[in-house]
């Protein structure tokens, strides 16, 4: 089998597998089941009936948001969701540009260099779709941290300023001055909402589902608990900043145990490429038949896909989600 003939399968097994997929709707028993119970919910009184919102809120929020509220959310706006929550002002115009250019740029110097257009073309489309993804899970990854680590301060804060005597709104414009950083940025933005007539939880649940972390849902869950049930609100507060001051400790040494394991998986997974590399620059005919012949290349593509799927393996038996 040549390596057009591969390729022309590959694309018509791809082709038909997305169009099985453009074709398929959701299940319409689930989602008439799940916008029935959305209503009942949300036109319920009871406390019950706003604590299991807030729960269903939390799980659609730990999970890839594509269904949040019953409402179907596509890939744009997942991907401006995911540009509003590495904290840069970038527009989703500006993030395709610099993707379709990356490509363009790589694809054109792979191809100067005398590289096969097949590989150049796939490898200037991998690498202009996969790094500005890998740069945006990096900045969200980084903020969502910076912002974990300061919001125990913040809920301290509210604590001591509802023992004062201010009331929570008030204390939360003390937040947005006193912290900085993705806290008080956020915190900011819920202060403008509740200053233009939004409701207080209405404007904690949107800071909620756009950050996505299962702390700030904690706090949500609890001013809405106590605001149904009552209770010393300054109490539970400094409650649930202690839990996850407990939390955020307990993932450091979650990741302390399992650094070795990382770095294990990392130097295993790079060595093979930082061979390549290194023969590469010393003797670059012994390895050039991987860009110009089909066995080679599709045994390359092979190794490459194994090495991912154990790559991947690796990583999920090293993650550990509290």
Same mark, same amino acid.
């Given at each position: 089998? &040549? $390596? /057009?003939?591969?390729?022309? @399968?590959?694309g018509?097994?791809? %082709?038909?597998?997305?169009?099985? +997929?453009?074709?398929? #709707?959701?299940?319409?028993?689930?989602?008439?089941?799940?916008?029935?119970?959305?209503?009942?919910?949300?036109?319920?009184?009871?406390?019950?009936?706003?604590?299991?919102?807030?729960?269903?809120?939390?799980?659609?929020?730990?999970?890839?948001?594509?269904?949040?509220?019953?409402?179907?959310?596509?890939?744009?706006?997942?991907?401006?969701?995911?540009?509003?929550?590495?904290?840069?002002?970038? &527009? $989703? /115009?500006?993030?395709?540009? @610099?993707?379709?250019?990356?490509? %363009?740029?790589?694809?054109?110097? +792979?191809?100067l260099? #005398?590289?096969?257009?097949?590989?150049?073309?796939?490898?200037?489309?991998?690498i202009?779709?996969?790094?500005?993804?890998?740069?945006?899970?990096?900045?969200?990854?980084?903020?969502?941290?910076?912002?974990?680590?300061?919001?125990?301060?913040?809920?301290?804060?509210?604590?001591?300023?509802?023992?004062?005597?201010?009331?929570?709104?008030?204390?939360?414009?003390?937040?947005?001055?006193?912290?900085?950083?993705?806290?008080?940025?956020?915190?900011?933005?819920?202060?403008?909402?509740?200053?233009?007539?939004?409701?207080m939880?209405?404007?904690?649940?949107?800071?909620?589902?756009?950050?996505?972390?299962?702390?700030f849902?904690?706090?949500?869950?609890?001013?809405?608990?106590?605001?149904?049930?009552g209770?010393?609100?300054?109490?539970?507060?400094?409650?649930?900043?202690?839990?996850?001051?407990?939390r955020?400790?307990?993932?450091?040494?979650?990741?302390?145990?399992?650094?070795e394991?990382?770095?294990s998986?990392?130097?295993?997974?790079?060595?093979?490429?930082?061979?390549?590399?290194?023969?590469?620059?010393?003797?670059?005919?012994?390895?050039?038949?991987?860009?110009?012949?089909?066995?080679?290349?599709?045994?390359?593509?092979?190794?490459?896909?194994?090495?991912?799927?154990?790559?991947?393996?690796?990583?999920?038996?090293?993650?550990?989600?509290?």
């Amino acid at each position: 089998m &040549t $390596l /057009q003939t591969l390729i022309i @399968a590959v694309g018509t097994i791809l %082709f038909f597998v997305l169009v099985a +997929l453009a074709f398929a #709707g959701p299940n319409t028993g689930k989602a008439t089941t799940r916008r029935l119970g959305a209503v009942k919910i949300r036109h319920s009184d009871s406390a019950d009936a706003r604590v299991e919102q807030q729960m269903r809120k939390v799980v659609a929020a730990r999970r890839p948001l594509i269904f949040v509220d019953g409402q179907h959310i596509n890939y744009i706006d997942k991907l401006r969701l995911r540009l509003a929550q590495t904290g840069k002002k970038w &527009t $989703l /115009q500006q993030y395709l540009y @610099a993707s379709g250019g990356l490509a %363009f740029v790589i694809m054109a110097i +792979l191809l100067l260099k #005398g590289v096969s257009f097949l590989v150049g073309v796939f490898s200037g489309l991998l690498i202009g779709a996969g790094l500005p993804h890998m740069v945006i899970n990096f900045l969200m990854a980084r903020r969502i941290k910076n912002f974990s680590t300061n919001f125990p301060d913040a809920i301290e804060l509210l604590v001591r300023g509802l023992k004062s005597g201010m009331p929570v709104s008030e204390t939360l414009s003390v937040i947005a001055k006193e912290i900085a950083g993705p806290v008080g940025e956020e915190f900011k933005l819920v202060v403008e909402k509740i200053k233009i007539g939004k409701s207080m939880e209405d404007a904690l649940q949107e800071t909620a589902e756009r950050l996505g972390t299962p702390e700030f849902q904690f706090f949500v869950i609890t001013l809405a608990i106590q605001r149904e049930t009552g209770g010393n609100l300054a109490e539970t507060l400094a409650s649930l900043a202690d839990v996850l001051r407990k939390r955020a400790q307990m993932k450091l040494k979650i990741r302390a145990m399992s650094s070795e394991s990382k770095a294990s998986a990392y130097i295993v997974g790079s060595l093979p490429f930082f061979v390549f590399g290194m023969v590469w620059m010393i003797n670059q005919e012994y390895l050039a038949g991987f860009f110009y012949e089909p066995r080679l290349m599709i045994a390359g593509v092979v190794g490459a896909v194994w090495m991912a799927i154990g790559a991947f393996i690796m990583a999920k038996m090293v993650n550990f989600e509290i």
